[in-house]
């Protein structure tokens, strides 16, 4: 089974700094895609980024980035000029390109970030 | 707005009674899935319905049980409501089962008391 872990419970950041969001994975497979979702205070997760494990490349959404080291199975997420709407609990999460697993995603506990002007 | 719409917002329970939530796909969406995030936790996956059949399940009792229907909207029926089941239950909609992108709903508050 995979794992997913976020070390992070909490992090913050000053308006129009970077912050880095750490994720951790465990998997035995090796074609797999690992995601990015923001939860603001409305609950609807909402997809901030995604990385496809045969890509080495990675993965770029306007101020979101992400660092894919596939050999040490970690996934951390970087915001550049961070701003009040970012503020939200970020959740990383995993998904099998196994035909049998469907849509299915395993999430990891989740960083709560605050932005502070 | 993702078009995955979920109802009642939020629902308070008795512990024993029965519930049923509701989720209706983004249009095109053959594919849903359920999962349920209990406070200060991440999601965990509950099941997925593709084409009106039951498509993968997590680590949950049978108790726990859906529906999909003919234009792919989705039921969750929780039977013999416990305390622990009180979370935010999350419904997510797919084009197909290969699709790499899931629409989330803002999710039922369900409180058990």
């Known amino acids: 089974a995979q794992t997913v872990t976020q070390s992070q419970p909490e992090m913050s950041v000053q308006e129009a700094e970077t912050v880095t969001l750490s994720c951790t994975y465990d998997?035995?497979?090796?074609?797999?895609?690992l995601f990015w979702y923001k939860q603001p205070p409305s609950r609807q997760m909402i997809l901030v980024i995604r990385?496809?494990?045969?890509?080495?490349q990675n993965a770029t959404e306007n101020r979101f980035s992400v660092n894919f080291q596939k050999a040490a199975k970690s996934f951390s997420l970087k915001i550049s000029d961070s701003q009040l709407g970012d503020a939200a609990m970020y959740f990383c999460a995993y998904r099998s390109a196994k035909e049998t697993s469907g849509s299915r995603l395993t999430f990891g506990e989740g960083t709560q970030l605050t932005v502070n002007p | 707005e993702t078009g995955v719409t979920q109802s009642p917002t939020h629902l308070i329970k008795t512990r024993g009674q029965q519930v049923t939530l509701r989720c209706s796909s983004q249009?095109?969406?053959?594919?849903v899935s359920w999962y349920q995030q209990a406070l200060g936790q991440g999601p965990q996956f509950i099941f997925q319905y593709y084409r009106e059949e039951e498509n993968g399940r997590g680590n949950f009792p049978p108790r726990f049980s859906g529906l999909q229907f003919p234009n792919y909207s989705s039921e969750l029926n929780v039977n013999a409501l416990e305390l622990d089941d009180s979370a935010l239950y999350l419904c997510?909609?797919?084009?197909?089962?290969?699709?790499?992108?899931?629409?989330f709903g803002q999710g039922t508050r369900l409180t058990v008391v």
């Open positions: 249009s095109g969406h053959n594919t």
């Open positions: 998997t035995s497979e090796s074609d797999y895609y």
């Open positions: 997510a909609s797919s084009f197909d089962t290969d699709s790499t992108e899931a629409f």
């Open positions: 990385q496809e494990a045969y890509k080495q």
